[in-house]
């Protein structure tokens, strides 16, 4: 993955130092970063300059599509990522709308599948993305988004991969993901990966071909303790060839998505990698 390599040397040599207050850490960052995926031809865009724990990542993507609001059932589908944010978060600890133990509030898939109407009721933004495009429509507005800046007091954290939009040219699905903030070291490893697997899921369910992904990201930043380790240690590796992600061709709509899909349907084949490398995450 060698975009993913220009990124962090491009941070690397022009990045701002900025104060950030929400952690209380410096990042080393620069805005607006392109990326691309070829789902078409099944280039997977797993990191090789590193070990990657890529059943995490899928996972927490079928927790956002699931539309989940708890760490508990994310570890349940295999990742751990979201035991920090809910439970060992000062503000979020602290605050009145936290329904206890693994709550993560009104975030990411919430917004997704069960976004509140002021009339009351609920809109499945992705059931009607899903509805469209498996009838070869799309109204230029098949777009899920998160990003509900009226309930974000009432989640843990306010989403970074926010926006996903859908785009049918023929019978070729393409996908376009806006990211508002990156940890290019840990969080980019995983969303390189949920923004291919969406494209590839959501053309297998809806009976249409994988085209192109664009990851449009804009404050891209290394934390200050997880400099020396991209500098000194990833970035002297050379990367492996992409390796391709296999998908059980049983998954055919939302509803198994939703029901029976575990990670065992994921399979990477042929990945070479360097070996791991534990960057400091922060909360
Ligand atoms: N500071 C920060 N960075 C993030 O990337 C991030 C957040 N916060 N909060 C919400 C989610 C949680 N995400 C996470 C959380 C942890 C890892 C992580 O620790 N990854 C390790 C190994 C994970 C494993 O063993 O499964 C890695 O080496 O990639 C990655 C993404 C992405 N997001
Ligand atoms: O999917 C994700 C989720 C989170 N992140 C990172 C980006 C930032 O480092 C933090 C969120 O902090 P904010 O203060 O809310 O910007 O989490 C990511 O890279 N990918």
């Keep these: 993955m060698r975009q993913y390599l220009d990124l962090c040397q491009n941070i690397v040599d022009n990045g701002h130092w900025i104060e950030n207050e929400r952690t ?23 990191i090789t300059t590193r070990k990657s724990f890529y059943k995490a990542a899928i996972a927490e993507l079928i927790g956002y599509i699931r539309g989940y609001d708890n760490a508990a059932d994310f570890r349940a589908l295999g990742t751990k990522t979201w035991d920090m944010n809910a439970n060992d978060n000062a503000s979020w600890l602290a605050n009145p709308h936290r329904k ?27 059931a009607k993305i899903v509805d469209n495009l ?21 989640g843990c954290l306010r989403p970074c991969m926010h ?43 809806t009976g249409n071909k994988a085209g192109t992904a664009y990851h449009k990201i804009i404050n891209a930043h290394i934390y200050e303790d997880q400099l020396d380790l991209m500098k000194n240690e ?50």
């Design 24 to 46: 209380g850490k410096r990042c080393l960052t620069i805005i607006n970063a392109d990326l691309e995926y070829d789902v078409k031809n099944n280039q997977f865009p797993i």
């Design 100 to 126: 206890g133990e693994d709550d993560m509030g009104r975030v990411y898939g919430v917004q997704g599948r069960r976004w509140q109407k002021t009339s009351g009721g609920t809109v499945d933004q992705l």
């Design 134 to 154: 498996s009838k070869g429509v799309d109204d230029r507005g098949e777009i899920i988004t998160f990003y509900n800046p009226g309930e974000f007091d009432m």
């Design 163 to 205: 926006t996903h939009t859908f785009s049918l040219l023929g019978d070729t699905l393409h996908l376009t993901s806006y990211q508002r903030s990156c940890d290019v070291p840990l969080g980019l490893n995983f969303n390189q990966i949920q923004v291919f697997t969406f494209l590839a899921l959501m053309a297998q369910i």
């Design 234 to 283: 990833q970035l002297t590796r050379e990367p492996f060839p992409s390796p391709q992600l296999k998908i059980n061709p049983d998954i055919k709509s939302l509803k198994d998505l939703e029901t029976w899909v575990t990670m065992d349907d994921f399979e990477v084949v042929g990945y070479q990698h360097h070996e791991a490398i534990k960057y400091p995450f922060s909360v």
